[in-house]
T-cell receptor
Framework: AQSVTQPDIHITVSEGASLELRCNYS??????LFWYVQSPGQGLQLLLK??????LVQGIKGFEAEFKRSQSSFNLRKPSVHWSDAAEYFC????????????FGRGTSLIVHP | EAQVTQNPRYLITVTGKKLTVTCSQN?????MSWYRQDPGLGLRQIYY???????DKGDVPEGYKVSRKEKRNFPLILESPSPNQTSLYFC??????????????FGPGTRLTVL
C-alpha cells in the first residue's frame, strides 16, 4: 500500500528566508506526487505535481519540488518566503494504474514571522 | 469560473439526525470524491465516483453513503451521524481520463459538528 510521511508538523521561518518542506513516500512503482496548499478557511489548491520527466518541478507561487527516487522523497522548496505563504501544506501520492484513492500526508503547518 | 461548491459550509447537528452535504461541480468532470480532514491525520478519502451511477469506497467509508445520479452532483449522506463524524469535509473533482495527471479541484469545505 502506498503511504506518505511529512515528518514536520510545524515549520517556522522568517519572511524572506528559504523554505524546504519534507515529504517521503512509499510505493512500489513510480508514483504520481503532488503538493497542495490550504490557506486558513479554504479548500486545497494544487501547487505542483510530478509523474514523469524532469525531476525538478516548478509550480505556482514560486514553489518547486524535486523528486529523488533514491531517497523516496519529494521535498517542496521556495527560495524566499512571503507572509502570505503561511498555510497548511499537504504532500500526496497517487498510484498510476492501481487504486484510485490518493493518499495524503498529515500536513505541515508553515508559520511565517515578519 | 471552474469551481466545486459545497453546502452547507457549516453545520451543527445532533446524534442520529440524518443529514446531507451537497457537492456540485461545473467542469463536466467524471471523477468526484469526498474527503474528511482531521487534525494530525491529513485528508482521508471517504468515497469516490468514477462516473454517473459508479461509486466505490475510499479509506474510511463507514457511516457514510453517497449517490451519483447526475454527473455534476455528488451528495454525501450521513444517515445516523455520530460525534466521531465531527470533521471538516471536502468534495473534489477531476477528469477520469487524467485521474492523477489533471488537477483535482477542491470545494471550500463543510465543517460538521455532531453533538
Amino acid at each position: 500500500a502506498q503511504s506518505v510521511t511529512q515528518p514536520d508538523i510545524h515549520i517556522t521561518v522568517s519572511e524572506g528566508a528559504s523554505l524546504e518542506l519534507r515529504c517521503n513516500y512509499s510505493y512500489g512503482a513510480t508514483p504520481y506526487l503532488f503538493w497542495y496548499v490550504q490557506s486558513p478557511g479554504q479548500g486545497l489548491q494544487l501547487l505542483l505535481k510530478y509523474f514523469s520527466g524532469d525531476t525538478l518541478v516548478q509550480g505556482i507561487k514560486g514553489f518547486e519540488a524535486e523528486f529523488k527516487r533514491s531517497q523516496s522523497s519529494f521535498n517542496l522548496r521556495k527560495p524566499s518566503v512571503h507572509w502570505s505563504d503561511a498555510a497548511e501544506y499537504f504532500c500526496a501520492v497517487g498510484a498510476a494504474g492501481g487504486s484510485y484513492i490518493p493518499t495524503f500526508g498529515r500536513g505541515t503547518s508553515l508559520i511565517v514571522h515578519p | 469560473e471552474a469551481q466545486v461548491t459545497q453546502n452547507p459550509r457549516y453545520l451543527i447537528t445532533v446524534t442520529g439526525k440524518k443529514l446531507t452535504v451537497t457537492c456540485s461541480q461545473n467542469m463536466n468532470h467524471e471523477y468526484m470524491s469526498w474527503y474528511r480532514q482531521d487534525p494530525g491525520l491529513g485528508l482521508r478519502q471517504i468515497y469516490y465516483s468514477m462516473n454517473v451511477e459508479v461509486t466505490d469506497k475510499g479509506d474510511v467509508p463507514e457511516g457514510y453513503k453517497v449517490s451519483r445520479k447526475e454527473k455534476r452532483n455528488f451528495p454525501l449522506i450521513l444517515e445516523s451521524p455520530s460525534p466521531n463524524q465531527t470533521s471538516l469535509y471536502f468534495c473534489a473533482s477531476t477528469t477520469a481520463r487524467g485521474l492523477f495527471t489533471d488537477t483535482q479541484y477542491f470545494g471550500p469545505g463543510t465543517r460538521l459538528t455532531v453533538l
